[in-house]
């Protein structure tokens, strides 16, 4: 079973993961204890990329929150190489601003409101032409999301954000040092929620040999 499907069946609130359970990975080889244990130990080992997976496929308010305080440490420690140290109260509003729109965008999914691309959130489209040609249904990665199922999120949602708390802000200023800090500290979440796949994988993996 995928990780983002195993995260809601120790989940008293879930009443729908033999539905997606049977959709989409068949009938699974672990049980429900086996999955939890194998969520704990992930939790164990990878911590923030498990947290910021719980956030992101149950939305869970408390993982939500623990997501967005490791985001801020992360990006406190790299501001300095990027924006400059970010000190007092106005650069602490910036730096807890910027981390709330990369969870944000994290956190999207086909779920989110307004959210899906024209696929309709599948990340594939038909390809008429070569469907005409074989008579058969023939499915491409969709162009707009590459394969995503989401609309893009444009780049100057989170550069005007910004310059709310930071009127000075230029173009010129946000392209050269702030949106490569923007995009390390999604590449960061995305990396994190990664390590945590890999690991319950592997975890998973054991399981099934035993």
């Known amino acids: 079973m995928r990780l983002k499907y195993a995260l809601t069946v120790c989940d008293p609130k879930s ?13 699974s080889h672990l049980t429900r204890e086996d999955i939890c244990t194998a969520l704990g130990m ?30 801020i440490k992360f990006a406190r420690s790299q501001s300095g190489l990027y924006v400059g140290n970010l000190t007092g109260r106005k650069g602490v509003s910036i ?33 008429r032409e070569q469907t005409e040609v074989t008579g ?10 590459r394969g995503t199922g989401l609309k893009p999120v444009p780049k100057s949602r989170a550069r005007m954000s910004i ?3 930071m009127p000075s802000l230029s ?9 490569p800090f923007y995009d390390l500290l999604l590449s960061w979440c995305y990396q994190e929620s990664m390590e945590a796949e890999i690991e319950y994988s592997q975890i998973t993996e054991v399981s099934r040999s035993e």
């Open 42 to 71: 992930t939790q164990a080992r990878q911590r923030v990329g498990l947290c910021l997976l719980y956030a992101k496929f149950t939305k869970d308010h408390s993982s939500g929150q623990m997501a967005l305080e490791e985001i």
């Open 171 to 179: 173009q010129s200023t946000w392209s050269r040092k702030w949106q």
């Open 15 to 27: 009443s729908q993961i033999v539905a997606y359970q049977s959709r989409t990975t068949g009938n």
């Open 136 to 145: 058969k249904l023939v499915m491409i990665k969709c162009k707009r999301c």
């Open 163 to 165: 310059a709310k708390l």
């Open 95 to 127: 730096l807890i601003l910027m981390s709330k729109l990369v969870l944000e965008e994290f956190c999207r999914t086909a779920d989110t409101p307004n959210a899906k691309c024209r696929c309709g959130g599948g990340g594939q489209v038909c390809d």
